[in-house]
């Protein structure tokens, strides 16, 4: 007597009222059919006919939940003590479910009773299990082992020889020639005819190809075979002719092949259709007869897990890594047909012609439609979103609207939303400098970490040189977290806040940022030569106080809170005024900076409030002494349709010596450092025409210490006398 299994309490409803795909089938607009959400990810999903088998886990807890798709319910029928691989409904009978576990065993379950039947045998965990409509054997496959059972008695029949010491990729058995079929690793697939284990048909890989295959399938009508790996290339082999057909070149969404199957036919005019679903979690579908895209299956915040297709109810189930499970009508990704070309008669073809089209007319006309629907887009939200409108709002307010930030920085910024360029960066995926980086950034949100990991890579990928900026995640990172639900929008503001803001500190390598240092420290010289003279005492460089809220984009020095009114002020006025931000957080740190006793000291937390105020008032003083527009530059916003050329990288050491000795000849013949220091003690003065006297410099530094020594005193009497602070604190500034 078989062995059942005893079904347990949890049943409910999985969708209100009735689950009818005829009222999804369109393919207008891809929408799901049926979500469901869980607690627990899911490992593996099969569905077939009436019946949806998902297996989730979570720590120690592995449970089979069946659902119904004619009775709208679910219940669990159960808990595994072990992790499931996979799991497949029989396509010939719909309640008959294959589930395979850790402990090299496989269960053959009737969904509807609960009976079991165990079928023993493997020496390593089972991988895969493939079953054929009209076949009489089932196959069990893992890496070094392939075994046969007889259907229905699951009777252990076969053990498949193995003569190669590659490890097995794929096994299956076309019922239409009566012949077992192997594939491995290295591209080369062995064919037994007629289950004939005494004789053996060896298609070799194709020639001059290194490909790590990880994944193949083989067609309905039993004719083609198809794998791929960790390129954008799939192979073709035809098991009529033992040959490798063809090697086609993907769509360039399609940079890998994770997983590649075959659609049952739904549609006349698409007799053969392949679905593949890259490690990047996009699923893409692909005519096979063109190799042309006809609907990429994405979002934008979760990727696809795994994919199972219904051949008898025409539905595909889709697993995401937010433990949601949805069900896509399979109507729905082909393009509608007219009346006249419904032609059931033609849907049974079989054989079909291969071809490699070179170019894919449909996919571009539907781009350049996608386009110029973009920029009406653009156009109108331009219309609505005055930059001029919300300047005035943030003079009178000090700050903009929290809770429309984000749509006026993306007004303010002149965002192009070049979707289809952003989408060409993220399908290259993570980018090697950025794989690991979870090591190095610890991000309790898992969803912020992917956020921003998605954001660097797609930054890298548009310019190599920012993959070797150590310091880039912690300046993207505030803006990634602020459009971590956007990352269209994400990409692009910190695209263009580098392109504007971080030109001139961003293109000396490895001296970066030494104009911007010197515009600082002078700055911070003809406001405050004290301040300057004690930092010059104790070692301290700009570099040492200056440099680490730089490439923290501030957010080392403020709350989330302040952090975002500051660049309210930042992104709506021109990049000059980002010297003069960090001259006025150096000069509203003067009461921390003086009593710090050594360089390492040197941190502090301000208001930003002071900070505006006194960046305001610099920049409106200094800025035609110092021509701070004419050395920053303009704002200029990212092109609509495209990238610009990425020009900020490392400069000829030659080219970088005589722009810095430049800048340094500049602020020795500037009217206000005539009796105040100007320079710290890493930068070297201007050769004079003799050689100079190390005592006599010695004793004019010495001079110099004192006298800003005295001032200092002078100050801080005043002060402690006075009733107010440190500065005014007048809101709005000027």
Not at 245 to 271: G, I, M, N
Not at 633 to 656: D, E, K, N, Y
């Given at each position: 007597?078989?062995?059942?299994?005893?079904?347990?309490?949890?049943?409910?409803?999985?969708?209100?009222?009735?689950?009818?795909?005829?009222?999804?089938?369109?393919a207008?607009?891809?929408?799901?059919?049926?979500?469901?959400?869980?607690?627990?990810?899911?490992?593996?999903?099969?569905?077939?006919?009436?019946?949806?088998?998902?297996?989730?886990?979570?720590?120690?807890?592995?449970?089979?939940?069946i659902?119904?798709?004619?009775?709208?319910?679910?219940?669990?029928?159960?808990?595994?003590?072990?992790?499931?691989?996979?799991?497949?409904?029989?396509?010939?009978r719909?309640?008959?479910?294959?589930?395979?576990?850790?402990?090299?065993?496989?269960?053959?379950?009737?969904?509807?009773?609960?009976?079991?039947?165990?079928?023993?045998?493997?020496?390593?965990?089972?991988?895969?299990?493939e079953?054929?409509?009209?076949?009489?054997?089932?196959?069990?496959?893992?890496?070094?082992?392939?075994?046969?059972?007889?259907?229905?008695?699951?009777?252990?029949?076969?053990?498949?020889?193995?003569h190669?010491?590659?490890?097995?990729?794929?096994?299956?058995?076309?019922?239409?020639?009566?012949?077992?079929v192997v594939?491995?690793?290295?591209?080369?697939?062995?064919?037994?005819?007629?289950?004939?284990?005494?004789?053996?048909?060896?298609?070799?890989?194709?020639?001059?190809?290194?490909?790590?295959?990880?994944?193949?399938?083989?067609?309905?009508?039993?004719?083609?075979?198809?794998?791929?790996?960790?390129?954008?290339?799939?192979?073709?082999?035809?098991?009529?002719?033992?040959?490798?057909?063809?090697?086609v070149?993907?769509?360039?969404?399609?940079?890998?092949?994770?997983?590649?199957?075959?659609?049952?036919?739904?549609?006349?005019?698409?007799?053969?259709?392949?679905?593949?679903?890259?490690?990047?979690?996009?699923?893409?579908?692909?005519?096979?007869?063109?190799?042309?895209?006809?609907?990429?299956?994405?979002t934008?915040?979760?990727?696809?897990?795994?994919?199972?297709?219904?051949?008898?109810?025409?539905?595909?189930?889709?697993?995401?890594?937010?433990?949601?499970?949805?069900?896509?009508?399979?109507?729905?990704?082909?393009?509608?047909?007219?009346?006249?070309?419904?032609?059931?008669?033609?849907?049974?073809?079989?054989?079909?012609?291969?071809?490699?089209?070179?170019?894919?007319?449909?996919?571009?006309?539907?781009?350049?439609?996608?386009?110029?629907?973009?920029?009406?887009?653009?156009?109108?939200?331009?219309?609505?979103?005055?930059?001029?409108?919300?300047?005035?709002?943030?003079?009178?307010?000090?700050?903009?609207?929290?809770?429309?930030?984000?749509?006026?920085?993306?007004?303010?910024?002149?965002?192009?939303?070049?979707?289809?360029?952003?989408?060409?960066?993220?399908?290259?995926?993570?980018?090697?400098?950025?794989?690991?980086?979870?090591?190095?950034?610890?991000?309790?949100?898992?969803?912020?970490?992917?956020?921003?990991?998605?954001?660097?890579?797609?930054?890298?990928?548009?310019a190599?040189?920012?993959?070797?900026v150590?310091?880039?995640?912690?300046f993207?990172?505030?803006?990634?977290?602020?459009?971590?639900?956007?990352?269209?929008?994400?990409?692009?503001?910190?695209?263009?806040?580098?392109?504007?803001?971080?030109?001139?500190?961003?293109?000396?390598?490895?001296?970066a940022?030494?104009?911007?240092?010197?515009?600082?420290?002078?700055?911070?010289?003809?406001?405050?030569?004290?301040?300057?003279?004690?930092?010059?005492?104790?070692?301290?460089?700009?570099?040492?106080?200056v440099?680490?809220?730089?490439?923290?984009?501030?957010?080392?020095?403020?709350?989330?809170?302040?952090?975002?009114?500051?660049?309210?002020?930042?992104?709506?006025?021109?990049?000059?005024?980002?010297?003069?931000?960090?001259?006025?957080?150096?000069?509203?740190?003067?009461?921390?900076?003086?009593?710090?006793?050594?360089?390492?000291?040197?941190?502090?937390w301000?208001?930003?409030?002071?900070?505006?105020?006194?960046?305001?008032?610099?920049?409106?003083?200094?800025?035609?002494?110092?021509?701070?527009?004419?050395?920053?530059?303009?704002?200029?916003?990212?092109?609509?349709?495209?990238?610009p050329?990425?020009?900020?990288?490392?400069?000829?050491?030659?080219?970088?010596?005589?722009?810095d000795?430049?800048?340094?000849?500049?602020?020795?013949?500037?009217p206000?450092?005539?009796?105040?220091?100007?320079?710290?003690?890493?930068?070297?003065?201007?050769?004079?025409?003799?050689?100079?006297?190390?005592?006599?410099?010695?004793?004019?530094?010495?001079?110099?210490?004192?006298?800003?020594?005295?001032?200092?005193?002078?100050?801080?009497?005043?002060?402690?006398?006075?009733?107010?602070?440190?500065?005014?604190?007048?809101?709005?500034?000027?």
């Amino acid at each position: 007597m078989r062995p059942r299994v005893v079904l347990e309490g949890v049943v409910g409803e999985v969708w209100p009222g009735g689950y009818d795909l005829a009222d999804h089938n369109t393919a207008t607009k891809l929408t799901s059919g049926h979500c469901w959400h869980g607690d627990s990810q899911v490992s593996a999903i099969s569905c077939h006919a009436a019946f949806l088998a998902t297996v989730t886990h979570e720590q120690d807890d592995n449970l089979l939940f069946i659902t119904s798709v004619r009775d709208n319910k679910f219940y669990l029928l159960k808990r595994l003590v072990e992790r499931c691989p996979t799991l497949l409904f029989h396509p010939h009978r719909e309640n008959q479910l294959f589930v395979a576990s850790a402990s090299c065993k496989v269960y053959s379950i009737n969904v509807e009773d609960g009976s079991v039947v165990v079928m023993e045998g493997h020496r390593g965990p089972v991988l895969g299990i493939e079953a054929g409509a009209r076949s009489p054997v089932v196959l069990t496959y893992n890496r070094r082992e392939v075994l046969q059972w007889s259907w229905p008695s699951m009777a252990l029949t076969t053990r498949l020889r193995q003569h190669q010491p590659l490890p097995v990729v794929w096994a299956g058995h076309v019922w239409q020639r009566d012949e077992l079929v192997v594939a491995y690793s290295s591209g080369s697939v062995l064919l037994w005819p007629g289950r004939n284990n005494s004789m053996e048909i060896h298609i070799e890989p194709p020639e001059g190809l290194e490909l790590q295959f990880k994944a193949f399938a083989a067609s309905r009508g039993g004719e083609w075979l198809v794998g791929g790996g960790l390129s954008h290339l799939l192979v073709t082999y035809c098991l009529v002719t033992r040959c490798v057909a063809q090697v086609v070149q993907l769509p360039a969404s399609c940079t890998d092949v994770a997983r590649p199957f075959f659609l049952p036919v739904v549609h006349p005019r698409y007799p053969q259709v392949v679905g593949i679903v890259t490690s990047g979690g996009v699923l893409n579908i692909i005519d096979f007869t063109t190799t042309t895209k006809l609907k990429t299956l994405r979002t934008q915040r979760y990727l696809i897990g795994s994919v199972s297709v219904s051949e008898c109810s025409g539905f595909l189930a889709v697993t995401y890594d937010n433990s949601t499970t949805k069900v896509y009508p399979l109507r729905a990704l082909f393009p509608p047909a007219g009346p006249e070309e419904v032609t059931p008669a033609a849907w049974n073809k079989e054989e079909v012609a291969f071809e490699i089209v070179e170019k894919r007319e449909k996919e571009e006309q539907k781009e350049e439609k996608e386009r110029e629907r973009r920029k009406e887009v653009t156009k109108d939200l331009q219309e609505l979103l005055d930059k001029n409108k919300w300047c005035r709002i943030l003079l009178e307010f000090g700050s903009f609207p929290e809770r429309y930030r984000r749509v006026i920085w993306a007004s303010v910024l002149e965002l192009p939303r070049n979707y289809s360029v952003f989408s060409t960066l993220l399908d290259k995926g993570i980018h090697p400098a950025y794989r690991e980086l979870g090591d190095t950034l610890q991000l309790s949100d898992t969803g912020l970490f992917k956020a921003l990991q998605r954001t660097l890579s797609c930054l890298a990928h548009w310019a190599p040189f920012l993959a070797s900026v150590d310091y880039l995640p912690t300046f993207v990172f505030p803006f990634v977290k602020v459009y971590r639900t956007n990352p269209l929008l994400a990409f692009e503001v910190a695209a263009t806040v580098i392109v504007n803001w971080c030109r001139l500190w961003f293109e000396f390598w490895p001296e970066a940022g030494v104009t911007v240092m010197n515009l600082v420290e002078q700055l911070v010289c003809e406001a405050d030569s004290c301040l300057l003279a004690h930092l010059m005492r104790l070692g301290a460089t700009a570099k040492c106080y200056v440099w680490p809220v730089l490439t923290s984009a501030l957010s080392r020095v403020l709350s989330s809170s302040d952090w975002l009114v500051l660049w309210d002020h930042l992104l709506s006025s021109p990049p000059s005024l980002l010297p003069c931000v960090l001259a006025a957080f150096t000069l509203a740190s003067r009461r921390s900076l003086l009593s710090c006793s050594d360089v390492e000291e040197v941190d502090s937390w301000v208001s930003v409030k002071k900070v505006l105020h006194k960046a305001y008032d610099i920049h409106k003083r200094k800025r035609e002494v110092h021509a701070l527009d004419k050395t920053f530059g303009a704002f200029t916003p990212l092109p609509a349709g495209g990238l610009p050329l990425f020009t900020i990288g490392p400069r000829p050491a030659s080219l970088t010596t005589k722009e810095d000795e430049e800048q340094r000849l500049h602020v020795r013949k500037s009217p206000t450092t005539t009796t105040t220091p100007s320079r710290l003690p890493h930068q070297a003065s201007p050769r004079p025409s003799s050689t100079p006297n190390p005592q006599r410099q010695e004793e004019q530094e010495e001079m110099v210490y004192v006298i800003g020594q005295r001032e200092l005193k002078r100050q801080e009497e005043s002060v402690s006398a006075a009733s107010g602070g440190c500065g005014s604190d007048t809101w709005p500034p000027a």
